[in-house]
């Protein structure tokens, strides 16, 4: 999951230097997601483990 955030981030990043701010935004947005995702369930894993 966090693999598929820097990738979309990698790809944002490289979007915006070209100029392509569409698709910049939309992988940004999309990397953010995924990242937000990632960490409720890496909470949820180490929450899990403790019991």
């Known amino acids: ?3 598929y955030a820097l990738v979309f981030l990698v ?6 230097v070209l100029g392509f ?3 910049a935004g939309t992988s940004a947005w999309i990397a ?8 409720i369930l890496a ?5 899990k483990k403790k019991t």
């Open 1 to 3: 999951m966090l693999h």
């Open 11 to 16: 790809i944002a990043i490289i979007a915006a």
């Open 43 to 47: 909470i949820v894993s180490f929450l």
């Open 32 to 39: 953010q997601i995924l990242f937000v995702v990632f960490l």
């Open 21 to 23: 701010g569409g698709i």
